[in-house]
C-alpha cells in the first residue's frame, strides 16, 4: 500500500490539520480599514472566538490567513502608531 506523503505526514494527516486549522475561520465578521481604496486594496482583520486575531489580503478573500494571538498584534498596532514602520513607504 502506498501511502502519498506531505512534509514527512501521510497526505490525510495533512488534510486533517488544514481542516481543523481553518475549521475556526468559518463565519468571521471580517472589516477592513476605511482608508483602503476603491478598488480593496487593503488588508482585513476578523476576531476568533479563541481570542486570536485572523488577517487576510481583502483582494484574495479565499486566499491565505495568517492568525495572530492578541499581545503580537497589540505589539504590531503600537508600533505603527509610534510610526515604526513608516519607513517601507519611503
Known amino acids: 500500500m502506498h501511502v502519498q506523503m506531505h512534509c514527512g505526514l501521510p497526505v490525510r494527516e495533512v488534510l486533517q490539520l488544514l481542516g ?25 482583520v476578523a ?22 494571538t492578541r499581545d503580537e498584534m497589540a505589539a504590531f498596532l503600537a508600533g505603527a502608531k509610534d510610526g515604526e514602520f513608516d519607513y517601507v513607504l519611503g
Do not use: Q
Open 20 to 44: 481543523e486549522a481553518t475549521a475556526g475561520l468559518k463565519g468571521l465578521s471580517w472589516r477592513k480599514s476605511r482608508y483602503s481604496g476603491k478598488i480593496g486594496n487593503c488588508v482585513e
Open 47 to 68: 476576531k476568533m472566538d479563541s481570542g486570536e486575531i485572523a488577517m487576510r489580503n481583502s483582494r484574495f478573500p479565499e486566499g491565505s490567513v495568517v492568525v495572530y
